[in-house]
């Protein structure tokens, strides 16, 4: 489906007759117990620790399949055997971004996914991740859910959980989830989620800068965000709280986060990683020429290997991520086609060829050693305090802490939106209550304290 599509009535009415038809019974998750007890054959109430709290309208009642013959094969989120935390987290599409985060969050939250794949299901399951049978299950059992599906399939998602949303909170009337995702543009995303803001939910756009060319869940992987940068987008109208949470959320999977607005890493990731993609597919497509022999391909080793990785990537969903960005791409493309041109009008005095290509590997190599040193695998998500810190070492980043009233989101906002324009990225957020004391992980770990400050932890590239 097209970024610029509705998605039909149709497709929407068949997912809430799937829904309406499904043999459930309805379970009230209740904090502080771990055991439950069914009341009648095809009725029950379970209660879980940490998986909600209160009764009747604060209470999390959602569907569970019924266990019969041909049972669905999900698990109750609640019985993982894992350390609950306040959050309970939904993740919608259960690939191998939304697997990796669920095996990730699962650590130290409550986590459950939803996907139409029956295979995705039963892998997820094989991997302790428990799934819930609908989005309106996601909607009743989550705080915070993230969709994690291709950009094609986001309209959709979100038609599907305003109606979600608009059902449960007719009938439970209780505060919205957070919403975010973890799609590769921006700009289209947020004019799509602008049906969510409508009817009162929160939407977060981020964006993993972390992934591999092989897809699905059975590739998925618990610490494939270490080290890595993730891109949280910031607009006039973003809700400060589910930002910060949102932000917490992706520190804790070993991510650093790069704050950024949605035209600018549009621009960014049409160069940095939507370019690549097509020169990766050209490259390939040469070993297809009538031109070459059996031989040139036999010959080919690690630097083509390298170069054209990503055109292993399946290509329905890069040719979505590359169109959903299409005006940017085309530009990068155009530098690079420049380039190109360029090195070729260099090289085609053969007397000066050899001064040309010893320019171009020497800045290359200089450019290619500046970006690695400088920034990659550089930055730490460990907590320094909220002083002003540097790590002392000239060759890395330094890191340093800065101090924000909660009540001020703009100044916040604008300074983040800064700090990334500047290269620099958020590496940890802690909270002060109103006599300074350090509230550590206020929103995940369910602190009790209330926070009047935020002190974000923060690391920029050397200077010079």
Partial sequence: MSMLEQPTDNNTEIYEQQYAEQSTTYLTLDAGQDAGQKTGQDAGQRTSEGAGQGTGQ????????????????????????????????????????????????????????????????????????????????????????????????????????????????????????????????????????????????????????????????????????????????????????????????ILSTGSTLVPVDPITHDKSVALVSHLPHVIAAIMSLLLQSDELSTLDRSLVAGSFDDVTRVAGSPPELTSQMCAANIDMLTKSLQRFSTEIERVGHGLADLEYAPGHLNDLFTEAHRSYSQLHAGISGKYSNEHHGYGTYSNGNPDTVSSHSAIFTLDDPQTLTNWMLGLGRDGGRIVDISYLDATENLIKGATIKGATENPTEVSISFAVPPTG
């Fill in 58 to 249: 604060d209470a999390y009642p959602y569907p569970y399949p019924y266990q019969g013959q041909g049972a669905y094969p999900y698990q109750e989120p609640e019985k993982q055997g894992r350390e609950q935390g306040r959050h309970r987290i939904g993740i919608i599409g259960l690939g191998l971004i939304g697997g990796s985060i669920a095996l990730k969050l699962s650590e130290k939250m409550a986590v459950a996914g939803y996907d139409i794949d029956p295979s995705t299901i039963n892998i997820a399951n094989s991997m302790g991740i428990a799934m819930l049978p609908s989005i309106d299950d996601v909607m009743a059992y989550a705080d915070v859910i993230l969709i994690c599906t291709p950009i094609g399939s986001f309209p959709e998602i979100v038609q599907l959980l305003v109606s979600a949303w608009q059902r449960r909170s007719a009938q439970f009337p209780s505060t919205p989830p957070i919403v975010a995702d973890t799609c590769s543009v921006k700009r289209y995303i947020h004019e799509w989620a602008g049906q969510l803001r409508n009817v009162g939910i929160p939407f977060i756009g981020t964006h993993p800068m972390a992934g591999k060319h092989t897809n699905g869940i059975v590739n998925a992987q618990a610490d494939i965000f270490e080290g890595h940068t993730w891109a949280v987008s910031i607009t006039d109208s973003i809700n400060l709280t589910a930002l910060l949470t949102i932000s917490e959320i």
